[in-house]
């Protein structure tokens, strides 16, 4: 089995960027109330922007789509077997709990002979570590170990509803809950789930961004492979240039949606939606993703 046969295989496509930060807190200052729960506005300009969960689904081409009924309202299932799943067993003598750091450790150190089992270690990693990010060498869900036992029910899970919801719940919370470094004497909030993804989405938001900011690749779905290089940018310098310059209002859309329906229809997004089966050093957010991708293609080059 090869890891692009998955509902993952595009991630292979999927290019390093650098965590803005600047540019996620430039935005964030933007946003307005909104009454619906699951969506975040924000006003630029004096045009709307709402960042829905079909966006997200566009924009990481992944499932997106309800839980299926034996997961609760937080997406984890409501039963699971007792005991070490089998691939716990197998690679990690069935321990019955395994660390983010555990789990690090053994892709960097260790050969997988068997495929099938790279494959699934791999997908725990993307999920746990980089889709579901928390703070630093958290214990890996254990319900992930025994739902990979089965990749056609993992690949076809919701994962990008989890993903968006979490994300979501982070970037609503972040400016209510700055924290304080005396160390360093900073003020800072934490950023969890995919916060790259709401990156990309305000990317999307401009109809076009210089290249010392963003290299764009062209249109392709998922939108997160459409963007190439992004580069560290100062606060005052981007807020300055898109969201409080005058200059710029034309260069603004009403909805992301709208872009993306440049190279999609209204009922194609909807389709895919359906179907498509931080901390403060989130600088270097994306580094165990790639690395983890690397260590795959090692066993599996196609």
């Known amino acids: 089995m090869k890891f692009r046969s998955t509902s993952f295989g595009h991630f292979l496509d999927f290019e390093p960027l650098v965590f803005s930060g600047q540019l996620v807190h430039c935005m964030l200052l933007k946003e307005v109330f909104h009454l619906n729960p699951n969506e975040m506005m924000f006003k ?5 922007l709402k960042l829905y969960i079909s966006d997200f689904a ?3 081409g992944l499932n997106c789509a309800e839980y299926p009924l034996f997961c609760n ?3 984890i299932p409501k039963q699971l ?3 070490s799943s089998w691939l716990c067993s197998k690679y990690f003598l069935g321990k019955s709990s395994i660390y983010q750091g555990d789990l690090y450790d053994f892709l960097d150190k260790n050969q997988v002979k068997d495929d099938t089992d790279a494959i699934k270690l791999v997908l725990i990693f993307i999920i746990d570590y980089i889709l579901l990010s928390k703070k630093d060498n958290k214990l890996v869900d254990k319900y992930l170990w025994h739902m990979v036992d089965s990749l056609d029910m993992f690949g076809s899970f919701p994962w990008g509803r989890k993903s968006f919801f979490l994300t979501l719940e982070y970037l609503k ?8 470094d005396s160390q360093q004497d900073v003020i800072y909030y934490e950023l969890f789930g995919f916060p790259t993804a709401f990156q990309i989405w305000i990317y999307e938001c401009f109809i076009s961004l210089p290249k010392t900011v963003i290299s764009y690749h062209g249109p392709k779905i998922p939108r997160i492979c459409s963007w190439l290089k992004a580069f560290k940018s100062k606060f005052f310098s981007l807020n300055e240039k898109f969201f409080d310059s005058e200059e710029k209002k034309a260069s603004l859309i009403k909805d992301s949606k709208a872009k993306m329906s440049k190279f999609k229809s209204e009922e194609e997004l909807k389709s895919d939606f359906v179907q498509l089966n931080v901390s403060a050093d989130l600088y270097h957010f994306l580094e165990p993703f790639f690395f983890s991708l690397s260590f795959f293609l090692n066993h599996d080059p196609g």
Do not use: M, N, R, S
């Open 81 to 83: 077997p007792f005991g």
């Open 173 to 180: 919370k972040a400016l209510k809950g700055k924290q304080t």
């Open 73 to 75: 309202e937080d997406g």
């Open 44 to 48: 630029v300009h004096e045009t709307l």
């Open 58 to 60: 566009i924009i990481i």
